[in-house]
């Protein structure tokens, strides 16, 4: 089969769609003839890159598939008359540089930049001679393919169209394929299997819809074959390949052309999420009807790695996992270390993570983690199932920063039986960890579908804004994988005013870091019963501490990791009782040089010397 895959948008055009990438690689290797078109590219130049930018990373009201609808659903788009502009002009006043413009820029775009950017896609020689257009959709893709597979219809109705990512896992898939009329078939769940599958079933003649975890309309309703069990293993997925891509971006000027390039390639080492299969974090809606953990060889993922680095000359690597392999402390990174590569490497990690850890991590090129951090309390990370306590959010901060390593996190809250008292202590301790890397953000928490919370509350609607996106004849509690909901016993907005200030106190300090060359620090030096501690956390406050005999062994012996008093007690062979080392914690807890969480103790300044 003649095939093109499309990455429509709004996802990030600064990297290549691995699932392009992979799903091109695997239909090649069974015969098919296979194109792919990243076509975010092209929107990203018609709109310019700061405004698409901002719609890509546009989390909550879901602006980037508003832009599409018209398009995509003719006369039955809910919203001609753009009053989404006007009901959250709020939330979308960021989007240009004067409040006043938002809705000038965003109509011209909906009415002039999207027509004729469709009509450019859909006019171009890639669709000479194609039989199959296979779309995409991850968040805000689904409404722009929609658009797209319309006009490709229009023009080519013998053009086969196939759906799938994950706004097509589960019941969303088969509502928007019920509804759909440019959708000829989707696949439900992992497309690795059933959608070369469909390819197949296509050039025999046969029924795609026979393939497990294929669905089309039939009636009034949809066939569906069940997905067959997710693969077990992944080594024997080939190597995505991004080579369109960088052609692509390359000649439309959104990536400069260089020899050596820095753009990140993402890669697959593992799918699911070992903590999830056991403890599913209430809030998380990832891997919805995949969340079996499976992960490829170290052996594999060297050379996957490698043959990346050699097709496409960038030595920098997203890895899309959900949660790095346990594993892979002991055999990847030890073995990326052994080969002197110099990569630079992004994943998502549990924040069970020691000083250790976090040390291997940085000499294997590991640059930037995200580490669900989510909450300074270990009461409220209790009620997420984090399976961490606060203590040890902070450590993974204080050694993520000593080694190099950036740390992206958030702070959430509004989960049922959290209390006033968890926030306050949240927005009190904030002024001492300064000198840590701030969140990215502050807000409460979402829904989404397939999380614990989805689950144990029916009384829930979809986000605001898909009313504004979906004609009403589609059933917005079955497409919807954000919604809206109010715990029994949720809390006044001002129990989170605290940490609010705080993170937005915390955030401008670190913006004025960088722009200025120094952050805010707390570094100590240390000698046998010697520790002094410098504390630079705040303009005009600086100053030196000096810790002699017990209390520089108790403050170093808490450095590594959160202790408790009876452990450190042990550790050191003190005599001072318990009760009196719980002491020592607090009077340094009130010069904001620990981090108490409750029996646990935790030094807060980082050696001064580096590398250690």
Known sequence: MRVVLVSMPFVDVHGPSIQLGLLSAIASGRGHAVQTLHAGLDLAVALGADLYDALAVQRGRLVGDWLFAVEAFGKEAPDHDARLLDDFAGDLAHLAPRPADVRRILINARDVIVPAYLDQLAGSPIWRDVQVAGFTCTFQQSVASFALARRLKRRRPEIVTVFGGANFDGEMG?????????????????????????????????????????????????????????????????????????????????????????????????????????????????????????????????????????????FTFDAVDNILDARYLTTLLPAIVESRADYRLFYEVKANLTRAHLKLMAEAGVRHIQPGLESLDSGVLALMRKGVRAAQNVNVLRWATYYGIAVSWNILWGFPGETDQQYAAQAAAIPHLIHLPPPEGADRVWMERFSPLFAQNPDREPEASYRYVYPPTMDLGRIAYFFEYEPADALPATAYQGVRDGVAAWTKAWTKAWAETTRPSLTFWSAPDLVQIHDGRYAGREGTYTFEGTLARIYQAVSDRAMSAAAVRRRLGLEEPVEEIDEIFREFASCGLMFLDGDLALALALPATPGK
Not at 181 to 206: M, N, Q, R, S
Not at 257 to 276: M, Q
Request: net charge negative; aromatic share 8%.
């Open 174 to 314: 088969l509502e928007l394929v019920r509804c759909g009329e440019e959708i000829d078939y989707a696949v439900i769940g992992e497309g690795d299997d059933a959608f070369p599958g469909l390819l197949a079933a296509l050039a025999a003649g046969t029924d795609p819809a026979a393939v497990p975890g294929v669905a089309r309309r039939s009636g009034s309703g949809v066939k569906l074959t069940p997905p067959a069990p997710p693969r077990a293993g992944l080594d024997d997925l080939p190597t995505p390949d991004y080579t369109e891509y960088f052609d692509r971006a390359e000649a439309l000027g959104v990536l400069e052309k260089t020899a050596h390039r820095t753009t990140a390639l993402p890669f697959e080492s593992a799918r699911g999420c070992w903590w999830g299969e056991k403890h599913h974090c209430t809030f998380c809606g990832l891997n919805g009807t995949t969340m079996r953990f499976r992960s490829k060889s170290p052996e594999r993922v060297l050379e996957e790695l490698a043959t990346l680095a050699r097709r496409h000359r960038s």
